[in-house]
Nanobody, 127 residues
Framework: QVQLVESGGGSAQAGGSLRLSCAAS????????MVWFRQAPGKEREFVVG????????AYADSVKGRFTISRDNAKNTVYLEMNSLKPEDTAVYYC????????????????????WGKGTLVTVSS
């Protein structure tokens, strides 16, 4: 089992920045690609950004490309999401998820590939 705990959510003004963290504990000897999803009020959960095991490959939703940056520190079992130039439409609960894999460069996007999920952290962006 792997436990994922998100932190860093909160409120920000439009144009501001926040940094989310996702700390993994438990069976971290297995390798995981990591993904951030989000769910806005009244909307379905959507893919935001993913990163491969090695960190060399990433993929971003068009809506956040150029504004958000994902990174990971495997020594700390932590994934980060740097969010800049925030917009009110970025308001959502952000979830960290882990996809077990042995393919070091693969990036995942789909819910059904995720084996573990965090409980989420709320990000609210005001105009």
């Amino acid at each position: 089992q792997v436990q994922l705990v998100e932190s860093g959510g909160g409120s920000a003004q439009a144009g501001g920045s926040l940094r989310l963290s996702c700390a993994a504990s438990g069976r971290t000897s297995t390798t995981y690609a990591m993904v951030w999803f989000r769910q806005a009020p009244g909307k379905e959960r959507e893919f935001v950004v993913g990163i491969s095991i090695s960190g060399s490959n990433t993929a971003y939703a068009d809506s956040v490309k150029g504004r958000f940056t994902i990174s990971r520190d495997n020594a700390k079992n932590t994934v980060y999401l740097e969010m800049n130039s925030l917009k009110p439409e970025d308001t959502a609960v952000y979830y960290c998820a882990a996809a077990p894999t042995i393919i070091s460069r693969r990036v995942y996007r789909a819910d059904h590939d995720m084996a573990y999920w965090g409980k989420g952290t709320l990000v609210t962006v005001s105009s």
